[in-house]
């Protein structure tokens, strides 16, 4: 069956350091990997898209990659900030539009 | 743009009322979908239409879950009866395509409490 798999445990990490999250699949073959945050009450908010013809992609503090044979994609916060504090969604496409993996939050303190 | 909109922000009912959740999505945009999100199952696509036809509704968990788009602006999502297990967070989200290559809009989230 298809999975998407992101560490349900939270990510605690010291202002400054860089915050390395990671989405891991199986059964799918995509070709566009998505990053989503989420804050508390609120709806996910699109913040990167990579290609699977894309090894790297950056904005501004965010990087992503995508290794489409270990069938892994790596997102990195550089420079982390407490307003960074948030769960992030990797999504799929999936056999049913974009399936979104249950999120990792990730906690970065002052 | 206002981006998605969902009302009511928040509902609280008791078991076996029916609950009607309100969506409009971004203007132009041809597809909405809605989902729900809990602790334990995480964000799960509910159903999703197209120009106003339901795609998928492989996701709605019973017939008492129900969906509609009369028209390109304005979706409902009703739950009737609705039970204490349906208590969740609801999203809609819309989006001009349905591939991984489209990045979907979410609106803030109807959270619904059923006693």
């Known amino acids: 069956s298809q999975k998407i798999e992101q560490n349900s445990e939270a990510l605690n990490i010291q202002e400054g350091k860089t915050a390395t999250l990671t989405c891991n699949y199986t059964?799918?073959?995509?070709?566009?990997l998505q990053w989503y945050r989420q804050d508390p009450g609120r709806g996910p908010v699109f913040l990167l898209l990579i290609r699977e013809n894309e090894k790297e992609k950056r904005k501004e503090r965010l990087k992503v990659t995508f290794d489409t044979t270990l069938k892994q994609s790596l997102f990195h916060i550089t420079a982390s900030q407490p307003a960074d504090s948030a769960t992030y969604l990797c999504a799929l496409e999936g056999r049913r539009a974009l399936t979104f993996g249950s999120g990792t939050r990730l906690q970065v303190q002052p | 743009d206002a981006g998605v909109i969902q009302s009511p922000r928040h509902e609280v009912t008791e078991m076996g009322q029916e609950v009607t959740l309100r969506c409009k999505p971004i203007?132009?945009?041809?597809?909405l979908f809605w989902y729900r999100q809990t602790m334990m199952r995480g964000l799960e696509l509910l159903i999703y239409f197209n120009n106003n036809v339901p795609i998928d509704d492989s996701g709605m968990p019973e017939d008492r879950f129900s969906a509609k788009m009369p028209n390109a602006s304005f979706s409902t999502l009703k739950i009737q009866p609705s039970e204490p297990r349906d208590s969740a967070v609801y999203f809609c989200?819309?989006?001009?395509?349905?591939?991984?290559?489209?990045?979907?809009?979410f609106g803030p989230g109807t959270r619904l409490t059923v006693l």
């Open positions: 989200a819309s989006s001009l395509g349905a591939t991984g290559g489209d990045t979907q809009y």
């Open positions: 203007s132009g945009h041809d597809y």
């Open positions: 059964n799918y073959s995509p070709a566009y």
